[in-house]
């Protein structure tokens, strides 16, 4: 599984992190999507797309998006029981409407979030 995260949010950056320490089989690919060479190499994603919402690609090259990546994320490092509960109906319309808020304004979120535990200064 590939994930397209925003490497320069903390939160985001810090999560992935959490997800590749939990990766001991080497399931996940992480993609900065403020690399140089982004768009050429994925020339399928647009990278302003990829920063309004979190893109994942599937290992059998099927996209997800928001919430899924995270979820399937989690599911392929064995550690996602904690998250069937966001896909309950009426629990999943809530979290993908927080979601969607967090995506929108995880900078400005990260700046308050994360000032002593992700190392921003």
Request: hydrophobic content about 40%.
């Amino acid at each position: 599984m590939i994930i397209f995260y925003d490497g320069k949010c903390p939160l985001c950056s810090k999560e992935m992190q959490q997800l590749k320490h939990a990766d001991t089989r080497n399931q996940i690919v992480l993609e900065d999507i403020n690399k140089d060479d982004f768009e050429d190499r994925y020339s399928y994603i647009k990278r302003q797309d990829a920063q309004a919402f979190l893109h994942g690609q599937s290992d059998n090259g099927e996209m997800l998006y928001g919430l899924d990546v995270t979820f399937a994320a989690w599911k392929a490092v064995g550690r996602h029981s904690w998250l069937k509960i966001l896909q309950l109906p009426v629990i999943r319309f809530f979290a993908d409407l927080g979601y969607w808020v967090f995506a929108k304004y995880r900078l400005q979120i990260s700046s308050v979030l994360c000032k002593s535990s992700c190392g921003i200064k």
